[in-house]
């Protein structure tokens, strides 16, 4: 009986769990919605990376990340970085002593949207469901880290 509760038990917590893969929203790859760049996947982890620094019209890219524990920057780091966060960790601690800063973190996604929305040289990341009309997004990735074209998303919600 109590071997029988234990396996019950356990299959209740792996029920529990967080969101299955199916579940996770689309990561949003986005800029502000005037910017007329459209970087690709790996223009954009060229930008994480700080190997490139310029938008196509000479401004300086200002890449920004949300906290290192977040789920979509784990995402990001994964899945269009390449990367894994001790990679990446080691990757920063690398680039700091050539005077490469990471980019910048901000705390929340709300403060993600501000800015991006705000800063006319800004790439960051969000949910991409729902949308919103102060950004524009230029790369979508799947929880399974398929990389989708903005143009070949699925409707929010469907």
Not at 110 to 135: H, K, N, Q, W
């Given at each position: 009986?109590?071997?029988?509760?234990?396996?019950?038990?356990?299959?209740?917590?792996?029920?529990?769990?967080?969101?299955?893969?199916?579940?996770?929203?689309?990561?949003?790859?986005?800029?502000?919605?005037?910017?007329?760049?459209?970087?690709?996947?790996?223009?954009?982890?060229?930008?994480?990376?700080r190997?490139?620094?310029?938008w196509?019209d000479?401004?300086?890219?200002q890449?920004v990340?949300?906290p290192?524990?977040?789920?979509?920057?784990?995402?990001?780091t994964?899945?269009?970085?390449?990367q894994?966060?001790?990679a990446?960790?080691e990757?920063?601690?690398?680039q700091?002593?050539?005077?490469?800063?990471?980019?910048h973190?901000?705390?929340?996604?709300?403060?993600m949207?501000?800015?991006?929305?705000?800063?006319?040289?800004?790439?960051g990341y969000l949910?991409?469901?729902?949308?919103?009309?102060?950004?524009r997004?230029?790369?979508?990735?799947?929880?399974?880290?398929?990389?989708?074209?903005?143009?070949?998303?699925?409707?929010?919600?469907?």
């Amino acid at each position: 009986m109590r071997r029988w509760l234990s396996l019950l038990a356990a299959m209740l917590l792996v029920a529990a769990s967080p969101r299955s893969l199916a579940e996770e929203p689309l990561l949003a790859v986005v800029v502000a919605a005037a910017r007329g760049d459209q970087p690709g996947a790996d223009e954009i982890a060229q930008i994480f990376k700080r190997r490139k620094l310029f938008w196509s019209d000479g401004t300086r890219i200002q890449p920004v990340n949300l906290p290192a524990d977040h789920p979509l920057r784990q995402r990001l780091t994964r899945q269009v970085l390449h990367q894994s966060a001790e990679a990446q960790q080691e990757y920063w601690n690398e680039q700091y002593f050539h005077g490469v800063l990471p980019p910048h973190v901000l705390a929340s996604e709300e403060a993600m949207l501000r800015f991006v929305a705000d800063t006319s040289a800004a790439i960051g990341y969000l949910p991409a469901c729902p949308p919103d009309p102060r950004v524009r997004v230029v790369l979508l990735v799947t929880a399974e880290g398929r990389l989708l074209k903005p143009e070949t998303a699925p409707a929010c919600g469907g």
